[in-house]
């Protein structure tokens, strides 16, 4: 079974408005990373949030996490069209180091 | 700088056939992945290389092999290509684990293989 799993699958929404997305793990990490994959291409790295962290800004992305509940949340402000993408969080678990593992996704689209 | 670099991109074998997945990197990275990634499901590790000349298996290695043949190249080889094995193969580097603690991990576009 998936250690990280994303909430919702699927989100359209329309330029200018604000996406969310959730990640929830099962086991203890030491870090939790968020991706984005465009059609056809690779994962690129957004941010990493440490587990002694509760939450991090990069740009439009704001990223929280809620160890306690196991949880954490990507935010992306203002959407624009190119925001378009699939996007993954990934664990960095404490009982598999080296090894990080990546939910299924949240497929995000933003109409112009 | 071209960062991680995989061919082909993209390959069709019949069942049975053999090939081996290229893939480099030029960010004198130390630990190497292969990952697949299939509709649903994600991507889930099938190798991972911590640094040069040490392997380690992955969630579902059977049906692969891997090379780290120096620090910038890690191949996955396919013995006997199965129709299960379609799908989307993605290599990654990253510096590697610090004091136990993943770095983030740069992905090469993929190679997309069909079994036929």
């Known amino acids: 079974s998936q250690q990280g799993e994303e909430d919702p699958q699927a989100l359209s929404i329309q330029e200018g408005e604000n996406a969310t997305m959730n990640c929830s793990y099962k086991t203890s990490i030491n870090n939790l990373q968020w991706y984005r994959q465009n059609s056809g291409r690779g994962l690129v790295h957004l941010i990493l949030?440490?587990?002694?962290?509760r939450e991090k800004h990069s740009g439009r992305l704001r990223v929280t996490l809620d160890t306690s509940k196991k949880s954490s949340s990507l935010l992306i402000t203002a959407s624009r069209a190119a925001d378009t993408a699939s996007y993954f969080c990934a664990t960095d678990t404490t009982d598999s180091w080296g090894k990080l593992q990546f939910g299924a996704g949240t497929q995000v689209v933003v109409t112009p | 700088n071209a960062g991680v670099t995989q061919t082909p991109k993209f390959q069709v074998l019949k069942t049975g056939q053999s090939m081996t997945l290229q893939c480099a990197q030029d960010?004198?990275?130390?630990?190497m992945y292969w990952y697949r990634q299939d509709p649903g499901m994600g991507l889930r590790l099938i190798y991972y290389s911590a640094s040069e000349g040490t392997t380690d298996k992955g969630e579902v290695p059977n049906g692969y092999n891997v090379s780290r043949l120096n620090k910038r190249e890690f191949s996955l080889r396919l013995e006997s290509a199965a129709p299960s094995q379609t799908s989307v193969y993605f290599c990654?580097?990253?510096?590697?684990?610090?004091?136990?603690?993943?770095?983030?991990?740069?992905f090469g576009n993929g190679t997309r293989l069909t079994v036929t």
């Open positions: 949030i440490r587990s002694n962290e």
């Open positions: 990654a580097s990253s510096e590697g684990p610090l004091k136990l603690i993943n770095s983030p991990l740069h």
């Open positions: 960010m004198n990275h130390n630990s």
